[in-house]
């Protein structure tokens, strides 16, 4: 009889259908890429891109703007900003300094361009890395300094060629967020820009540095579609459109 007992059970085990495949998303799927944006107040939601920049993502994208106003290379890692960002553990860190790196900005901000900006920067690159995230430069968004000429002349320059040649050095993605904001300040004009891209100061002055949230909608694009040059798995991302 235990024999025949134990026929049984094996005969009907063989004629039970296979358990179906589980229908649940595999982690790797179902995770969002997580992207922070470490800078100044140019990359701010306030006065910068960097929440506009966030709304050309879908929804399998979170961006933490961790930016903030007044700070430079040197001061955002001083005061614990760059460990936040790096405690968020993004897929991604994207990296923009220059403006307050500049002289006339006080000891605990200005960094020496032939020395101290590039070693912030390149800390950056190298901390990022370290934790296993990706970095990716952006080069400053250029002030609208206008000359006779009606051309930009933009005095961030020097911290732009720092930048650069931290990603080629390192192989580093870099959007040149400053070259391309002078193609659309000059293809706007000194008006188009007053009208379109630059808030006005409390005294009534026209603000040549920060944006609009109007402007932000013109420079973000400017962002993305760089990205999609040098880090092309992020493009499939982006909304339809961008």
């Known amino acids: 009889m235990k024999a025949l007992s134990v026929t049984l059970v094996v005969l009907f085990a063989s004629v039970m259908p296979a358990a179906a495949p589980s229908t649940q998303p595999e982690a790797a799927k179902s ?12 990359v701010t939601g306030k006065a910068g891109w960097g929440d506009a920049f966030a709304k050309l993502f879908n929804d399998d994208v979170i961006v933490l703007n961790l930016s903030a106003g007044g700070r430079s290379s040197k001061s955002f890692i001083n ?11 993004p897929d991604y860190v994207f990296i923009q300094f220059g403006h307050n790196d500049q002289p006339g900005k006080g000891n605990n901000r200005e960094t020496d361009v032939k020395t101290e900006y590039p070693k912030y920067m390149t800390q950056y690159v190298d901390d990022a890395r370290a934790a296993g995230i990706k970095p990716i430069l952006v080069t400053s968004l250029a ?20 930048v650069k040649q931290i990603s ?3 192989n580093v993605p870099l959007i040149d967020l400053h070259e391309r904001s002078i193609q659309l300040y000059e293809k706007l004009g000194k008006q188009g820009c007053i009208d379109r891209l630059s808030p006005v100061k409390e005294d009534s002055t026209i603000d040549n540095t920060h944006l609009t949230a109007k402007g932000a909608e013109l420079v973000a694009p400017l962002v993305a579609d760089e990205l ?11 909304k339809s459109g961008n």
């Open 143 to 162: 002030r609208r300094q206008w000359g006779k000429d009606g051309k930009i002349h933009s005095t961030l320059i020097p911290y732009v060629e720092v």
């Open 228 to 238: 999609k040059k040098v880090a092309p798995e992020l493009a499939s991302y982006l």
């Open 31 to 42: 995770s969002r890429v997580r992207i922070v944006l470490a800078g100044d107040s140019t």
């Open 79 to 89: 005061e614990g900003r760059w460990t936040k960002c790096l405690e968020e553990k």
């Open 168 to 170: 080629a050095d390192k």
